[in-house]
């Protein structure tokens, strides 16, 4: 699976972005897609899940009734809709393609590029 990330940019603090993240070379329907992030000097970290067919989501604490992620099948997408974003959500976020919903990288086959998210207070 190759994976397109897009949408990234710079907004101010309590904004919204939203990134996508768009499949290519299986069957998109088959994975577990998961947005993760990675800010400088810090390890990479969950942010969200979703399992294959979009019934269910999983997401990290800190993101928790801020950001949604969701999924069309039929776009071979991926989306992650932020809002009231913080200074501490700026990192360079990555989606992953997997079999299991999990918050682990390693449980994740294929990686997006990844796309910046700067949030300026």
């Known amino acids: 699976v190759q994976l397109q990330a897009s949408g990234g940019g710079l907004v101010q603090a309590g904004g919204s972005l939203s990134v996508s993240c768009v499949a290519s070379?299986?069957?998109?329907?088959?994975?577990?897609m998961g947005w993760f992030r990675q800010a400088p000097g810090k390890e990479r970290e969950f942010v969200a899940a979703?399992?294959?067919?979009?019934?269910?989501?999983y997401y990290a604490d800190s993101v928790k009734g801020r950001f949604t992620i969701s999924r069309d099948n039929a776009k071979n997408t991926v989306y992650l809709q932020m809002h009231s974003l913080k200074p501490e959500d700026t990192a360079v976020y990555y989606c992953a393609a997997g079999t299991v919903a999990d918050g682990t990288p390693e449980k994740y086959d294929y990686w997006g590029q990844g796309t910046q998210v700067t949030v300026s207070s």
């Open positions: 070379g299986r069957t998109f329907s088959n994975y577990v």
């Open positions: 979703i399992s294959r067919l979009g019934a269910t989501t």
